[in-house]
């Protein structure tokens, strides 16, 4: 069973930085990618941030040029690097892992971004 391990969560005022990581049981290379996906209160799981095996990446329009998610190979984290936060960044944090049709979802960690 694949186990998906959040940290680095927190609360911070905007325009502040935050960086979260996610640590799976297995190596970050095994999957066919990773990435982040976040949801606010009433609303709808979205993607954030995700990297593929081959290193592409992909972003959403709300995050890019603020955001930058990148691996850490000698940790075997996935990492995502947050700043210029602003208060609608408020949302729990999900790390995702997909292997084949199999996707994982970590516990999510809270971000919230006071004005």
């Known amino acids: 069973q694949v186990q998906l391990v959040e940290s680095g969560g927190g609360s911070v005022q905007a325009g502040g930085s935050l960086r979260l990581s996610c640590k799976p049981s297995g190596s970050i290379f095994s999957f066919n990618a990773m990435g982040w996906y976040r949801q606010a209160p009433g609303k709808q799981r979205e993607l954030v941030a995700t990297?593929?095996?081959?290193?592409?990446?992909n972003y959403a329009d709300s995050v890019k040029g603020r955001f930058t998610i990148s691996r850490d190979n000698a940790e075997n984290t996935v990492d995502l690097q947050m700043n210029s936060l602003k208060p609608e960044d408020t949302a729990v944090y999900y790390c995702?892992?997909?292997?084949?049709?199999?996707?994982?979802w970590g516990q999510g960690t809270q971000v919230t971004v006071s004005s």
């Open positions: 990297i593929t095996r081959g290193g592409s990446t």
């Open positions: 995702n892992a997909v292997l084949l049709l199999n996707s994982y």
